[in-house]
């Protein structure tokens, strides 16, 4: 079974700070992908980042950043000088070799100015 | 705008009654998903097409709950007789199959739309 567990369940930081939301995820599977999705007050899932299971390098695009561990199942994603903007809710998800994407509970991020 | 496209995006109805949402995908996407977002909650997994075939569907997907895609391109998700339960936000995605799928640079992103959300009195 495909499971993605999101254990904060909100977070509040200040404008500036840096944040890390948690994503572990459970699947028989050796290879899978893992995504995150970030859904703003509009509603929209945008799409962040894709990452394999075979790489295990981690990302950094602008002020957002990737930390994909095998070995503990994680894929924490952490933003660095925080903005009111970034303010959303943030979804993990997994993909296995099938077609269907399991996401997480979310974790709802407010920047506080 | 060629974004996914949903609609309606607001439908309030009684119980009991049939709604029906549209999804129009981004034009050269063959695969396409059906999700359902209750509040709090992450988008759980309905029912998954590739090009005019349901090749997937979820156990959420009661005998009231029917989705088509005819040509392969927009896709219809049907709910009979509903009931207050169904309340929730339905959304739809879109992805293209890579040549290499899984391993091709672009395996299957998901593209959303903005949902249709549902209330039912």
């Known amino acids: 079974a495909q499971k993605v567990t999101q254990a904060q369940t909100e977070i509040s930081v200040v404008e500036k700070e840096d944040v890390t939301l948690d994503c572990v995820y459970e699947?028989?599977?050796?290879?899978?992908?893992l995504f995150w999705y970030k859904q703003p007050p509009s509603g929209e899932l945008v799409f962040l980042i894709r990452r394999n299971s075979f790489d295990e390098q981690n990302e950094i695009s602008g002020r957002y950043s990737w930390n994909f561990q095998k070995s503990t199942s994680s894929f924490n994603f952490t933003i660095t000088a925080s903005q009111v903007v970034d303010s959303a809710v943030y979804f993990c998800a997994l993909r296995n070799y099938g077609q269907n994407f399991v996401f997480g509970p979310g974790t709802r991020l407010s920047v506080l100015p | 705008d060629t974004g996914v496209s949903q609609n309606p995006r607001h439908k309030i109805t009684k119980r009991g009654q049939n709604v029906t949402f549209r999804c129009d995908p981004i034009?050269?996407?063959?695969?396409l998903y059906w999700y359902r977002q209750t509040l709090g909650q992450g988008p759980e997994f309905l029912t998954y097409f590739q090009n005019e075939a349901q090749l997937e569907k979820s156990r959420l997907l009661s005998d009231r709950f029917s989705a088509e895609r005819p040509k392969g391109s927009f896709s219809t998700l049907e709910i009979q007789r509903t009931e207050q339960g169904d309340s929730a936000m339905y959304l739809c995605?879109?992805?293209?199959?890579?040549?290499?799928?899984?391993?091709?640079?672009?395996?299957?992103?998901?593209?959303f739309g903005e949902g249709s959300r549902l209330t039912v009195l």
């Open positions: 995605a879109s992805s293209r199959k890579g040549n290499r799928d899984f391993l091709s640079i672009r395996p299957g992103e998901l593209f």
């Open positions: 699947t028989r599977d050796t290879t899978y992908y």
């Open positions: 034009s050269e996407h063959n695969r």
